[in-house]
């Protein structure tokens, strides 16, 4: 099956995450509704937003690229939208950075804090561009990057 990208939406109509979906086999001829219900599902099992706010997500195909999916400017996982992946993506950057100091003692905390101040800009980054790098919105993904990652 072919792979695309679905864009998860708020009740705001704010793109939170573009998923790349692949359907299985078993979907036969897969339509736009059945790869959008997958995007759902994964933003669901992912925790993308809590619990509560899971009825006033939506999806749709993703519109700024067409034909086949290529790589893109998004390298953060998916992963890291979950807490547990959050946490792995962080403590693997922090270990990267340890290293690249000469592996100093006694400063964890400091690699942790400059890892997942790393990854949030990076994610504040990459959701300003999928917005279409709009003035003054670089702003407003960063404290909505902030406020996701303390929830």
Do not use: C
């Not at 072919?2 to 359907?23: K, Q």
């Not at 509704?33 to 925790?47: P, R």
């Not at 706010?53 to 999916?69: D, F, N, W």
């Not at 962080?90 to 997942?116: C, I, M, S, T, Y």
């Amino acid at each position: 099956m072919e792979e695309r990208l679905v864009d998860v939406i708020d009740s705001n109509g704010r793109v939170l995450h573009t998923y790349p979906i692949t359907l299985g086999e078993a979907h036969g001829v897969a339509s736009d509704a059945d790869y959008q219900a997958k995007a759902l599902q994964a933003a669901a099992h992912g925790t993308l937003v809590p619990d509560a706010e899971l009825p006033g997500l939506s999806a749709r195909m993703h519109q700024s690229r067409g034909g086949r999916l290529q790589p893109s400017s998004d390298e953060i996982s998916t992963t890291s939208e979950t807490k547990l992946g959050l946490e792995q993506v962080v403590r693997e950057q922090a270990h990267a950075l340890w290293e690249q100091e000469g592996r100093p003692d006694g400063r964890a905390e400091e690699f942790w804090h400059r890892a997942l101040e790393q990854h949030l800009k990076g994610r504040a980054y990459v959701l300003w561009q999928q917005e279409g790098s709009p003035d003054g919105g670089a702003d407003k993904d960063w404290h909505q990057t902030r406020e996701f990652q303390s929830q």
